[in-house]
């Protein structure tokens, strides 16, 4: 576990996706196809080490953002390494220019037409509502990272045939639902940079979802993947199903 993990995992008990994604997105609980699959560009390394990352998070967040950013306190049903997914999504709906400075400096000056299109997006978003992990979204998560990572599949549809909303509401009644499936990433900034840059996905669903003000309630699972090494599930819904 490297420097930040280890530093989150004590933080968040102290303080009150070869790649492909996939994502789907329900609208007060309408149920659509689950078509929504995707392969993006084959994953870069790693783009920083826990270290780096911690250093510029406090270099381009003041304190009380960081804070702010920290919703996963007693949530201990997460991995140290899922409450940092949680973390970064807040982090860019927080602040999208300090974001952008912080870990996506390198994309500034990129001439990619969906890297552009993430820091023009960025830049806009200013003190969005935060995500607050929810125990019920995790377990829902849970499931189908280990559904389909068993499998060796990435879909929204469970192996046993049954639809992504119909699995979420088995666990969480939220009005407002999406998912977004990560695939060749098992740390978080990873993840959440790969669904932001949403590279090949004309519908840019995954960033749409993470940036989405319909959604304060979040579940994520990083689980094994037997044929892309590693999968994250985000659960997104609001608070109805609280």
Known sequence: MNRLAKLFSIMFV????????SCDTDFFNDDPD?????????????????????????????????????????????????KLVVYYCNLAR??????????????????DSYEKSLVDTLLKVKDFPMLVPNKKLS??????????????????ESTDGTKTFDRI????????????????YSDALSIVRQLLVDKGVESL???????????????VAIREHAKYRHCCVQDFSDSRGD
């Open 14 to 21: 102290s303080v009150a996706l070869a790649s492909y994604t």
């Open 34 to 82: 689950d078509n929504n699959s995707e392969v993006p560009a084959e994953p870069e390394t790693p783009t920083n080490s826990g270290e780096n990352n911690e250093s510029a998070a406090s270099k381009y967040f003041t304190q009380s953002q960081l804070e702010q950013a920290t919703t996963t306190a007693g949530a201990d049903y997460l991995t140290a390494e899922e």
């Open 94 to 111: 927080l602040d999208g220019k300090a974001f952008v400075e912080a870990f996506l400096s390198d994309l500034k000056t990129s001439q």
């Open 139 to 156: 377990e829902a998560a849970e499931y189908h990272a280990n559904d389909i990572g068993k499998a060796g599949l990435v879909q929204h």
């Open 169 to 184: 509401k088995k666990y969480y009644q939220g009005g407002y639902m999406a998912e977004n499936i990560s695939c060749g």
């Open 205 to 219: 669903g995954h960033r749409k979802n993470i940036l989405g003000n319909n959604y304060c309630r979040i579940g």
